[in-house]
């Protein structure tokens, strides 16, 4: 098979196509969708740039806000007392890490005329580019049926039918879940037979993804453990040169993760702190709210807060600022670090003590993940509308509440309904031609490999996503449309029966 090469303007006519198609969400509501954690990170490249130029924008008052005594000022006026500067230290603002700056400085780029409509278009395009190569991966040009009318033929129905044109219109890194893991499956499946250009493509927009969310980091090593023990037991043979640079993209996430870290402890005094993401799962699920039941009484704990609310709730526990709600958010800064310091020991302490109870709720988790289809971000509720109302600029909110999803008019239910049903008709189709494949001797071909990573990239993210966070609709929706544009893809390929032992590139 011939690597992909100039074809003329057709592919730069499908990516158009494409993306113009995938803004209809957009505007139909007016503008890009935000979600309330939008803003922080936008004022995490804003406080950024100010610290590094002093150049202000309409998001930095709430830098000055917060950070308006920095920890050196308020040392200097208190008698120079070392205790003085370790308290102000102490309780300087917290830096949330989760929050990439990097997809951060995305969004305040994207904002160079005033709005984020760029954004919005940028990261259709990019999804126009991966659906139309993905498309071509499977219908070779050469065999005269990649043509644009056949890229739109496929694309043009995953577009319409599933969740992926809202997301490339959402102002979160959660597209990029989906682009990932396109990324890792034709790097993995299709290294041998593409191009220098479509190679540097995919792993810039896999590394992109690491830096944008860290759960495509834990989705992309799950899959990378996956291709590394097919090639050991010899069931997939996948070349070590799409592996070194599937590693080299991750190692490289670390190092900007490692920079952000860096930059955030020099400029602030302190390191990003993690939110207790695991602690408040165990605590939600039940085993860590029993062990905190059996030994508050006799011990010490950082978490016996808990056990004085009237409700528990996974969220609400980490964002309630109010503080018979909340373990997190609610606290001063300096409880907050020691909260997310005493994580770890917790939840490793409530796991060796309820086991079984632990990975049974994880297993729930994963489960109801799986089968979550909705789109309530979409549609703005009383509570997101006075947060945007709090952390948007003027200008913005002002644009945002003649938005369709501020009106609560947004039309998603026939999108929720058509994602499940296009998905799971997809999936059982790619598990049969999997099913099929496994039958055969030898090892997997390259259309089999893809296929089967798709399918183990859903489920990890299911499971990753259920476990650490809980279900919720928009981690599921984010990336599931690659499962009906695999399987869009394969349909016209009448070559496949014929891969079966075929060895990946």
Not at 20 to 25: D, M, N, Q, V
Not at 141 to 169: C, H, Q
């Amino acid at each position: 098979m011939s690597k992909t090469g100039k074809t003329g303007f057709g592919p730069a006519i499908s990516v158009i196509i494409l993306a113009i198609a995938l803004l209809w969400p957009s505007l139909i509501n007016g503008e890009p969708f935000y979600m309330t954690d939008t803003p922080s990170y936008i004022r995490a490249a804003d406080a950024g740039v100010y610290k590094l130029t002093g150049l202000e924008s309409p998001w930095t008052n709430e830098f000055h806000d917060r950070y308006s005594a920095s920890p050196k000022e308020t040392a200097s006026t208190a008698v120079g007392s070392q205790a003085t500067l370790t308290d102000s230290k102490d309780d300087a603002p917290v830096a949330l890490a989760g929050r990439s700056i990097f997809y951060g400085a995305f969004l305040y780029l994207a904002q160079i005329f005033g709005n984020f409509w760029l954004a919005a278009v940028l990261q259709s395009l990019v999804v126009g580019v991966a659906i139309m190569l993905t498309i071509r991966a499977f219908v070779p040009e050469e065999n005269g049926v990649s043509s644009t009318k056949r890229t739109l033929a496929i694309g043009l129905p995953v577009v319409f039918l599933s969740s992926v044109a809202f997301f490339s219109g959402f102002l979160m890194p959660d597209i990029f879940a989906g682009l990932g893991l396109l990324s890792f499956v034709h790097l993995a499946a299709f290294w041998g037979r593409q191009g220098t250009a479509e190679r540097l493509f995919w792993l810039v927009l896999l590394l992109a993804a690491m830096l944008f969310h860290n759960t495509n980091v834990l989705i992309t090593i799950s899959l990378l453990a996956v291709v590394l023990l097919g090639n050991v037991t010899k069931f997939l043979q996948i070349g070590w040169k799409p592996i070194l640079a599937i590693v080299t993209s991750i190692l490289l996430s670390f190092a900007g993760q490692s920079v952000f870290y860096w930059g955030v402890t020099k400029y602030s005094g302190n390191a990003p702190v993690m939110p207790p993401f695991l602690a408040a799962r165990v605590i939600s699920d039940g085993p860590g709210y029993q062990y905190l039941e059996k030994h508050c009484k006799t011990e010490d704990h950082k978490f016996c807060r808990v056990l004085d609310f009237p409700v528990i709730n996974h969220d609400q526990l980490l964002w309630s600022k109010a503080k018979d709600e909340g373990f997190f958010q609610a606290l001063p800064n300096r409880e907050r670090r020691e909260i997310a310091a005493a994580e770890k020991a917790f939840v490793l302490d409530v796991f060796l003590e309820y086991p079984i109870e632990v990975l049974a709720a994880s297993f729930r988790g994963f489960g109801t993940q799986l089968v979550t289809f909705n789109l309530p971000n979409f549609n703005y509720n009383d509570k997101q509308k006075n947060q945007f109302q709090d952390k948007i600029p003027g200008v913005l909110f002002g644009s945002q509440k003649q938005s369709a999803a501020f009106k609560n008019t947004m039309p998603t239910r026939f999108w929720e309904i058509s994602t499940f049903v296009v998905s799971g008709v997809a999936l059982l189709f790619l598990l049969g031609f999997l099913y099929r494949n496994f039958r055969q001797p030898g090892r997997l071909g390259r259309t089999a490999t893809f296929s089967l990573l798709i399918v183990i990239g859903i489920f990890a993210n299911a499971a990753i996503c259920g476990a650490l966070s809980g279900a919720k609709g928009r981690y599921q929706m984010r990336l599931v449309w690659v499962l009906p544009l695999a399987a869009a893809s394969l349909l016209p390929n009448r070559q496949w029966r014929k891969e079966v032992i075929q060895p990946a590139e």
